[in-house]
T-cell receptor, first 110, second 113 residues
Framework: SQQGEEDPQALSIQEGENATMNCSYK?????LQWYRQNSGRGLVHLIL?????REKHSGRLRVTLDTSKKSSSLLITASRAADTASYFC??????????FGKGTRLHILP | DAGITQSPRHKVTETGTPVTLRCHQT?????MYWYRQDPGHGLRLIHY???????DKGEVSDGYSVSRSKTEDFLLTLESATSSQTSVYFC????????????FGPGTRLTVL
């Protein structure tokens, strides 16, 4: 089944720096979503970007989508300790479900 | 959290025993999902439902069954638990159409000995 694949698998950066993670997928999509998961918790929705959009912002988050390259990126600016989490992209599959990638583990160093 | 609860939150059971996990929502959303999360595999879809008595299989449905007799409850049953089903199980709902934003429950940590 189609699945987004995040890159890198893990990322450590200093607090205050920007963090960028990428997602690649295999077939055409209608939308792509990014979720965050803090340790031991359920996933929390961050942003949904539709196939006819190229960029979307939410606070310190910026998501881009390049449908020609079948890829998306999530940028977190001015990172904070609270941004330490796993980040997942998800793509729609058919009309009735979405498929998650394996995630990027982000660690913000003090 | 869109009013999603899961029960139990933690369970330890033995191989071969039946186990039922419950997902409850308070807002009557149509779409509900069961995922399992394992290290190195991310979230994998087990079963999903698009209405009362309407369910379908996901990516890793073998060994699992589901039921949805009421809009607000979606049950996941392991008929005969195996150690490979040790995992964290998450329930989710979609508030509009099935491929839109999903809201997740807090998860159930299941250990099969």
């Amino acid at each position: 089944s189609q699945q987004g694949e995040e890159d890198p698998q893990a990322l450590s950066i200093q607090e205050g720096e920007n963090a960028t993670m990428n997602c690649s997928y295999k077939t055409s999509i209608n939308n792509l979503q990014w979720y965050r998961q803090n340790s031991g918790r359920g996933l929390v929705h961050l942003i949904l970007i539709r196939s006819n959009e190229r960029e979307k912002h939410s606070g310190r988050l910026r998501v881009t989508l390049d449908t020609s390259k079948k890829s998306s990126s999530l940028l977190i600016t001015a990172s904070r300790a609270a941004d330490t989490a796993s980040y997942f992209c998800a793509t729609d599959e058919g009309d009735d479900k979405i498929i998650f990638g394996k995630g990027t583990r982000l660690h913000i160093l003090p | 959290d869109a009013g999603i609860t899961q029960s139990p939150r933690h369970k330890v059971t033995e191989t071969g025993t039946p186990v039922t996990l419950r997902c409850h929502q308070t807002e009557n959303h149509r779409y509900m999902y069961w995922y399992r999360q394992d290290p190195g595999h991310g979230l994998r879809l087990i079963h999903y439902s698009y209405g009362v008595k309407d369910t379908d299989k996901g990516e890793v449905s073998d060994g699992y069954s589901v039921s949805r007799s009421k809009t607000e409850d979606f049950l996941l049953t392991l008929e005969s638990a195996t150690s490979s089903q040790t995992s964290v199980y998450f329930c989710a709902i979609s508030v509009s159409d099935a491929t839109d934003t999903q809201y997740f429950g807090p998860g159930t940590r299941l250990t099969v000995l």
